[in-house]
């Protein structure tokens, strides 16, 4: 019952997060509001977890070299693994994690409050293809963003790397 609510609550806001209006004002708006929903849940909760699953991004910065997290919806690829996409809402430039996952492709995640090492592998060819399949599963429509963008948004595996026990405990 549960899994046919969220699915049905999707298909009534996916189309809402393709209009003007939820591109122009989310960009600063999910930010801001995801920063105080994490810090309020201590890291357990995200806004856009309520009907996606998500996570945050701890990536290290490609010009920089600072620390930088990102909040983002992913989707489960059936194998442990985690798809992001950087549709940056539709606007015309890549977002800055991309780059940075580029740059730096071991991050971290943190998903329901725990962090884990991650490996990037940015999909192409018929790996794209696939994810993106994925993701409109998951999100009708996910993909209009890169349509209307005019860009190839990037897609990222994030492959979970197993930590060894005594890594673990230092």
Known sequence: MASFVVRTVRRCIAPLTRTRIFRSLAPRVMPRAERVIRKIS???????GLLVPSLVLHTV??????????????TPDGRGNAIVAGTSFARDKHPAWTYNLL???????????R????RAERLLGPDREFAW???????PGYRAYERESGREVRLFR??????????ART
């Open 133 to 139: 399949q994925l993701i409109e599963a998951q999100w």
């Open 158 to 167: 994030l492959r979970l790397v197993p930590q060894h026990p005594a890594a």
């Open 42 to 48: 201590g890291g357990r909760a995200q806004l856009s």
């Open 61 to 74: 910065g490609a010009k920089s070299g600072l620390p930088r997290d990102t909040e983002l919806m992913y």
């Open 103 to 113: 740059a730096h492709p071991d991050a971290e995640i943190t998903v329901r409050g």
């Open 115 to 118: 962090r884990m090492p991650v």
